[in-house]
């Protein structure tokens, strides 16, 4: 079936320092979708990629879905204490259904 | 807006016995996901409905869980009987559409089996 994997599977940053995570799935995707999830609570939604190549922007995130459909990637800029959390990529599963598979994550810690 | 609601936040039993979790999606969304996440991992997919049918239960363990959403709005997931293994949190998530985008999820109920 399909995977969705992701590295690092921890990051600890000092605060002001980049992050990037990377995501990449067994079958091409036709969207991709990023989530956050803090410490205790539960994913909250941060975007949608659909286009090969698509490149979107979020003040300091930078999401990138790759050309061929099957990576994707969130970069951070100059980190701060409030982006601590578990950051997930999740795209649909591959049997028709449009239920995401996630991948397993990347927690990150920022140092202050 | 209100969100997902979910309830009991939390619950505590011991192997063998039975539980049930409470989910209200956000009002009009069609389409309601239970979601299973253990420590340390992504949510996994237990079944998805579109109003009240079933889309995708293939990763429901049908022998102890069972999940219904009779009339396309409330749902409910039960767990019986219960094993060490399912501890984890569960996680409901609604859209409004199948195909629309992004799911937004309720606060999740930690089940702890011991």
């Not at chain 2, 049930?20 to 996901?33: D, K």
């Not at chain 2, 996440?37 to 409905?49: A, E, M």
């Not at chain 2, 079933?54 to 767990?79: C, Y």
């Amino acid at each position: 079936g399909q995977q969705v994997m992701q590295i690092p599977q921890y990051q600890h940053v000092q605060e002001g320092e980049d992050f990037t995570t990377y995501c990449n799935s067994s079958t091409t995707l036709s969207n991709i979708q990023w989530y956050k999830q803090r410490p205790g609570g539960h994913p909250v939604f941060l975007i949608q990629l659909v286009k090969s190549g698509e490149v979107k922007k979020q003040k300091r995130l930078t999401f990138q879905f790759g050309e061929a459909k099957k990576n994707s990637s969130l970069h951070i800029t100059a980190t701060q204490t409030t982006d601590v959390g578990t950051y997930f990529c999740a795209g649909p599963g591959d049997t028709g259904r449009r239920a995401l598979t996630f991948g397993s994550g990347t927690r990150l810690q920022v140092q202050p | 807006e209100a969100g997902v609601a979910q309830s009991p936040r939390y619950k505590i039993i011991e192997k063998r016995q039975s539980v049930a979790f409470w989910c209200n999606p956000i009002s009009g969304h069609a389409t309601l996901y239970w979601y299973q996440q253990i420590l340390g991992q992504g949510p996994k997919l237990l079944i998805q409905f579109q109003n009240n049918g079933v889309v995708d239960d293939s990763q429901l363990p049908k022998d102890r869980f069972s999940a219904e959403r009779l009339k396309g709005v409330d749902s409910t997931l039960k767990i019986q009987p219960a094993k060490l293994e399912d501890s984890a949190v569960y996680l409901c998530a609604s859209s409004l559409e199948m195909a629309s985008g992004d799911q937004f999820f309720g606060p999740g109920t930690r089940l702890t089996v011991l």
